[in-house]
């Protein structure tokens, strides 16, 4: 069961984190085209939300470097959606956090992966 709770957790954040960004990076182009669309931030906090529950079960078996890849990620991603919601400005930190989130992500599952083989 431990051998496969992990690979889980990583495919977990790591689609989300690629949803997230790809999210991020097409919506902005979306509100452009007259179909009245607004921005919600509570969409990115929906995404941030599965991806701590993500990285709680990840944290406690994986390195240090991918730890402290995938909490200082998630720390700019709720930056940045924090800074949205209260002060309603527009932080870029969201994009690094996600590329950041899919870099930990990867770096886990290949690790746990070669572990495993």
């Given at each position: 069961m431990k051998k496969t709770a992990t690979p889980f957790y990583d495919i977990l954040g790591l689609s989300t984190a690629t949803i997230c960004l790809v999210h991020c990076?097409?919506?902005p182009l979306l509100t452009i085209l007259p179909f009245g669309l607004n921005h919600n931030p509570v969409i990115d906090l929906l995404f941030a939300l599965i991806g701590v529950f993500a990285i709680f079960k990840i944290i406690k078996k994986?390195?240090?470097l991918v730890s402290s890849i995938l909490?200082?990620?998630m720390s700019l991603i709720w930056i940045s959606i924090l800074g949205e919601m209260i002060f309603e400005i527009h932080i870029d930190l969201i994009y690094l956090?996600?590329?950041g989130m899919i870099i930990g992500h990867l770096l886990n599952y290949k690790l746990h992966k070669k572990q495993n083989h």
């Open positions: 990076l097409i919506f994986s390195s240090v909490v200082v990620s956090g996600g590329i």
